[in-house]
């Protein structure tokens, strides 16, 4: 696990998105997918700030904080693309496969939870191809057959790396199952879900190559 640590967080990023020109926290984490500057993360970590008065910035595992804008986003995969200068000096993150994983496996999530930036927490698989809603409710609303973990995943995490034990990303952390009243302010129940990689990828290289 410290190897895998070791590898990814160069290439992992927090996410501020500023809505209405109120400058807040951290609102959840990404990973750099390539050389060009593109980092990944879900559409709901920045749909709120992509209006006139939106405002997203992108800080890396050393501080160092600069400007990000949107490629494309997709509401219904809840993917979004980022595309930040200053990730071009970043490492880009090695990915993997879904299809490899077997129930109980080792899996490790980085993100950003709470603002607790750098944060590595790991778990097992307990589910493959567990159907979850994503996108927009009563709009965009599709399902994903996700991978369940229950790796710590909590608020903040969403747009972060799931990764295995080859340090290699197989999923996109995106939600979490709650009891009780729910609400964004719910914490880690030890029932998470991630969009698999080759979702992300088809998604992101649908948005690189249109918008």
Do not use: C
Not at 25 to 40: E, F, K, N, P, R
Not at 66 to 77: F, N
Request: proline share 4%; hydrophobic share 40%; glycine share 14%.
């Amino acid at each position: 696990l410290p190897k895998v640590a070791e590898e990814l967080l160069p290439g992992m990023v927090e996410i501020h998105a500023t809505t209405d020109g109120k400058r807040g926290g951290a609102t959840g984490s990404g990973w750099v997918l390539d050389d060009q500057g593109h980092v990944i993360t879900n559409n709901h970590v920045v749909a709120d700030a992509t209006g006139d008065k939106g405002r997203i910035e992108i800080v890396d595992s050393t501080g160092r904080r600069s400007r990000a804008t949107v490629v494309g986003r997709s509401a219904v995969y809840d993917i979004a693309v980022l595309e930040a200068k200053a990730a071009t000096r970043l490492h880009p993150v090695s990915v993997g496969s879904s299809s490899d994983l077997h129930v109980g496996e080792t899996v490790v999530a980085i993100g950003s939870p709470l603002g607790l930036d750098s944060t590595v927490t790991s778990g097992i698989v307990s589910a493959l191809n567990r159907p979850v809603s994503t996108g927009d409710a009563g709009s965009d609303n599709s399902f994903i057959n996700a991978v369940q973990t229950d790796a710590a995943i909590n608020p903040g995490n969403s747009g972060g790396p799931l990764v295995d034990l080859q340090g290699r990303v197989i999923g996109v952390n995106s939600a979490i199952a709650t009891v009780g009243g729910g609400g964004s302010e719910s914490g880690n129940i030890g029932v998470g879900f991630a969009i698999p990689i080759e979702q992300v990828l088809t998604t992101a290289d649908q948005i690189v190559r249109t918008g």
